[in-house]
């Protein structure tokens, strides 16, 4: 699944939960942030390795509650971790007990390929934001709070 998909189901499991939305979305993301780059440099097997496990799951669980001391945010961030899991159950391998068990990692060489499902899973994600972006005040509140932040950001540090 590529990132639309994964924000998407995290944004659902978000607003079913009542869970922080951007705390999710970046669980949701965290994963493939780990170790699509440990691919494209060498260091891992395949685009699935030490970041797609329970393992790493719970790391970030536990360093986002240490950081942030709320309960809230570090269980949106795990809520999120385990939606990329569940999307990705769907289509491929996944190392979910590394390095606890033995993995035969299939190798891969690196690259994108983007198929009618990968973009059929992007545009369901797309949807589903929008649909919950238009019926929860919550979601929408975080979305421009966001927005805000990014768009403050930017006039203060390049005008």
Do not use: Q, W
């Not at 929008?130 to 975080?142: P, S, W």
């Amino acid at each position: 699944m590529y990132f639309l998909a994964h924000m998407g189901l995290a944004v659902l499991a978000m607003s079913i939960l009542s869970l922080t939305f951007t705390y999710g979305i970046f669980g949701s993301l965290l994963a493939d942030l780990i170790d699509k780059p440990l691919h494209f440099l060498g260091f891992a097997p395949s685009g699935r390795f030490i970041g797609h496990t329970l393992f790493a799951s719970l790391v970030a669980f536990s360093f986002t509650y240490f950081a942030t001391k709320d309960r809230k945010k570090s269980a949106a961030l795990f809520v999120g971790y385990l939606s990329h899991f569940l999307a990705d159950l769907c289509h491929s391998f996944l190392p979910l007990f590394y390095p606890f068990i033995s993995y035969r990692f299939p190798v891969y060489p690196f690259g994108l390929r983007y198929t009618l499902f990968f973009f059929l899973t992007d545009l369901a994600g797309i949807l589903i934001m929008v649909f919950i972006y238009f019926r929860n005040e919550r979601f929408r509140a975080e979305v421009k709070g966001l927005m805000r932040r990014i768009s403050g950001y930017f006039l203060v540090h390049f005008l």
